[in-house]
T-cell receptor, first 114, second 115 residues
Framework: EDKVVQSPLSLVVHEGDTVTLNCSYE??????LLWYKQEKKAPTFLFML????IEKKSGRLSSILDKKELFSILNITATQTGDSAVYLC??????????????FGKGTHLIIQP | DGGITQSPKYLFRKEGQNVTLSCEQN?????MYWYRQDPGQGLRLIYY???????QKGDIAEGYSVSREKKESFPLTVTSAQKNPTAFYLC??????????????FGNGTRLTVT
């Protein structure tokens, strides 16, 4: 059975801090790893990673994948209150190449205090 | 703007009643999905469809049914056989193969409460 484990499950930091969220996985036939941000409603897409060691960056957010050690991290620098959300990690595996092969972690609930 | 519309936002039902959640997309995506989200749990796949008039069971299909008569629409019925139906339901769509330019897109969800 495919497994995706996110840590920590919740995190409270002060505005301006840097945070690192973790996602480890055990799946058969890895295809990609995706990060989403969920603020109460629809999860919104952040990154998709398929290759080890190549950092994806978008503003203050960045993510990297380690396919040897089977994990990914999501970094947020200079955090703002608008970064408060649940961050979801999902791993796509199997041969089909569709979202039916996605396994989601439980999410990290990040709270940024002013 | 292209997107996924779920309705209603909130739904209240009595135990024993079937209820249908609506999901419409105008992204021209072939594949559509229904997920259930419970507190402290990851998203779990209920049903998915990769083409009109065809759909497959996901990990937790028992007590649910779907139809895919049109490409744009993928309604989910929560039947009285679903033992614990109170949850947040998310509809999603994508091209059949995920890619950076075409990841999974989500609707805003329907919060169903059954008493």
């Amino acid at each position: 059975e495919d497994k995706v484990v996110q840590s920590p499950l919740s995190l409270v930091v002060h505005e301006g801090d840097t945070v690192t969220l973790n996602c480890s996985y055990e799946v058969t036939n890895f295809r990609s790893l995706l990060w989403y941000k969920q603020e109460k409603k629809a999860p919104t897409f952040l990154f998709m990673l398929t290759s080890s060691g190549i950092e994806k960056k978008s503003g203050r957010l960045s993510s990297i994948l380690d396919k040897k050690e089977l994990f990914s991290i999501l970094n947020i620098t200079a955090t703002q209150t608008g970064d408060s959300a649940v961050y979801l990690c999902a791993v796509e595996a199997g041969g089909g190449g569709g979202a039916d092969g996605l396994t989601f972690g439980k999410g990290t609930h990040l709270i940024i205090q002013p | 703007d292209g997107g996924i519309t779920q309705s209603p936002k909130y739904l209240f039902r009595k135990e024993g009643q079937n209820v249908t959640l609506s999901c419409e997309q105008n992204l021209n995506h072939d594949a559509m999905y229904w997920y259930r989200q419970d507190p402290g749990q990851g998203l779990r796949l209920i049903y998915y469809s990769q083409i009109v008039n065809d759909f497959q069971k996901g990990d937790i299909a028992e007590g649910y049914s779907v139809s895919r008569e049109k490409k744009e629409s993928f309604p989910l019925t929560v039947t009285s056989a679903q033992k614990n139906p109170t949850a947040f339901y998310l509809c999603a769509s994508s091209r059949v193969g995920l890619s950076y330019n075409s990841p999974l897109h989500f609707g805003n969800g329907t919060r169903l409460t059954v008493t």
